[in-house]
């Protein structure tokens, strides 16, 4: 029951450990702006999650014509996390460094906003959760 | 990985900015020594930064743990030369050696060194605030 | 129509004895509900307790795994409270029942 309980927060859960993720990243990207040879890395995560959650989309309406209780365990949303893909294909400046720092500050910026959103949102699932047990 | 250990990622970068920023001043400082201790005129000093990893971070080793200046190298140039014949270190044409420090190439690299040092203190910023909205869930 | 009166009746009566044995089944259908919440309180415990361990040894990284193990927990035990007080009160509510 719990865990049907925490569905939504579970995968947002999952949303900012993949902020997170992305975060650290970015600023080892900042970090490493003049070091020679650095490439810069990036994480993906939206579109692999996007992906597993239309499968389960299928999977769902498959399982709702049958009697058997929907398992979230089963969802491919549940197995998806962030994978941090090294650039490796652009050569940016001489010293073979390929950071941008102008679109690793807006990558910051973005991902920063979408930390707190998901944040807000996991707020306002605990809330609603509240509100639905004490009445 | 140790608590927040992202923001040391962002720290390490603030320390070797720093550094670097200070090798550069001396630079700019001894653009006119003539003559150091060894004889020669002061000879460019180079930071030389390098990624940190560190081998115990949740993911593997995938995310990297900053940067270190990992050496201050000389820059093996050679000397600028000056015609200065009434310099008591001018040799037999009059020419004196001078340091091969390019001060405009260094207040470029200051601005640089700078320009990064401000980034990393941003992006220091942008966790701490993430941290801190993640302390509100649940109000 | 004299017979619909009848099986009524006995209808009726079974009905009787066909609540109290509802009030039997629904009752172990509360307690596996309860014993479900209970086991779900210390599932969130647990977790809860790791995430905590794991800011204290400075082995986690980051802050919102931990708060949401605590809100998690926290509305288990909310949850578990409310389901043992419905429990209570059908309880008393057939217990007060005329028979």
């Given at each position: 029951?719990?865990?049907?309980?925490?569905?939504?927060?579970?995968?947002?859960?999952?949303?900012?450990?993949?902020?997170?993720?992305?975060?650290?990243?970015?600023?080892?990207?900042?970090?490493?702006?003049?070091?020679?040879?650095?490439?810069?890395?990036?994480?993906?995560?939206?579109?692999?999650?996007?992906?597993?959650?239309?499968?389960?989309?299928?999977?769902?309406?498959?399982?709702?014509?049958?009697?058997?209780?929907?398992?979230?365990?089963?969802?491919?949303?549940?197995?998806?996390?962030?994978?941090?893909?090294?650039?490796?294909?652009?050569?940016?400046?001489?010293?073979?460094?390929?950071?941008?720092?102008?679109?690793?500050?807006?990558?910051?910026?973005?991902?920063?906003?979408?930390?707190?959103?998901?944040?807000?949102?996991?707020?306002?699932?605990?809330?609603?959760?509240?509100?639905?047990i004490s009445g | 990985m140790g608590f927040l250990s992202s923001i040391d990622i962002s720290g390490s970068a603030l320390t070797a900015q720093r550094?670097?920023?200070?090798?550069?001043?001396?630079?700019?400082?001894?653009?006119?020594?003539?003559?150091?201790?060894?004889?020669?005129?002061?000879?460019?000093?180079?930071?030389?930064?390098?990624?940190?990893?560190?081998?115990?971070?949740?993911?593997?080793d995938q995310i990297g743990s900053g940067v270190k200046v990992s050496e201050i190298t000389e820059d093996d140039s050679d000397f600028e030369l000056?015609?200065?014949?009434?310099?008591?270190?001018?040799?037999?044409?009059?020419?004196?050696?001078?340091?091969?420090?390019?001060?405009?190439?260094?207040?470029?690299?200051?601005?640089?060194?700078?320009?990064?040092?401000?980034?990393?203190?941003?992006?220091?910023?942008?966790?701490?605030?993430?941290?801190?909205?993640?302390?509100?869930?649940?109000? | 129509?004299?017979?619909?009166?009848?099986?009524?009746?006995?209808?009726?009566?079974?009905?009787?004895?066909?609540?109290?044995?509802?009030?039997?089944?629904?009752?172990?259908?509360?307690?596996?509900?309860?014993?479900?919440?209970?086991?779900?309180?210390?599932?969130?415990?647990?977790?809860?307790?790791?995430?905590?361990?794991?800011?204290?040894?400075?082995e986690s990284d980051d802050l919102h795994t931990a708060i949401i193990a605590a809100q998690k927990a926290e509305i288990a035990v909310s949850y578990?409270?409310?389901?043992?007080?419905?429990?209570?009160?059908?309880?008393?509510?057939?217990?007060?029942?005329?028979?």
């Amino acid at each position: 029951m719990i865990n049907e309980m925490f569905e939504n927060v579970n995968l947002l859960q999952k949303g900012l450990d993949a902020a997170w993720t992305r975060n650290g990243v970015i600023m080892n990207n900042i970090a490493n702006v003049d070091t020679a040879n650095f490439k810069s890395s990036s994480v993906t995560f939206e579109s692999a999650m996007k992906q597993a959650l239309s499968e389960d989309e299928i999977k769902f309406e498959a399982k709702t014509t049958r009697p058997e209780h929907y398992d979230f365990s089963d969802s491919a949303a549940e197995d998806v996390s962030p994978t941090v893909v090294t650039d490796t294909d652009t050569d940016y400046r001489m010293d073979g460094n390929n950071v941008d720092i102008d679109y690793e500050s807006t990558e910051l910026a973005k991902n920063t906003l979408w930390y707190y959103e998901l944040s807000e949102q996991v707020s306002s699932e605990f809330s609603k959760l509240k509100t639905a047990i004490s009445g | 990985m140790g608590f927040l250990s992202s923001i040391d990622i962002s720290g390490s970068a603030l320390t070797a900015q720093r550094l670097r920023m200070d090798v550069i001043s001396n630079n700019i400082a001894n653009a006119e020594t003539a003559e150091t201790e060894n004889g020669e005129p002061y000879r460019r000093k180079v930071c030389v930064l390098s990624e940190r990893r560190s081998f115990s971070s949740v993911l593997g080793d995938q995310i990297g743990s900053g940067v270190k200046v990992s050496e201050i190298t000389e820059d093996d140039s050679d000397f600028e030369l000056e015609y200065d014949p009434d310099n008591p270190l001018a040799n037999a044409e009059g020419y004196v050696q001078m340091p091969n420090v390019d001060e405009i190439e260094e207040i470029i690299d200051l601005m640089e060194a700078t320009r990064s040092y401000e980034a990393n203190v941003t992006a220091m910023n942008a966790t701490k605030s993430m941290a801190i909205k993640a302390l509100e869930i649940g109000g | 129509m004299a017979i619909n009166a009848v099986s009524g009746a006995v209808s009726g009566v079974g009905g009787i004895s066909a609540s109290q044995s509802t009030a039997q089944t629904s009752g172990s259908g509360f307690s596996n509900i309860l014993t479900d919440a209970i086991n779900d309180i210390e599932q969130t415990e647990t977790e809860a307790n790791e995430a905590n361990e794991a800011l204290l040894t400075g082995e986690s990284d980051d802050l919102h795994t931990a708060i949401i193990a605590a809100q998690k927990a926290e509305i288990a035990v909310s949850y578990a409270v409310q389901i043992r007080n419905r429990v209570l009160e059908s309880y008393n509510t057939v217990m007060n029942m005329q028979v």
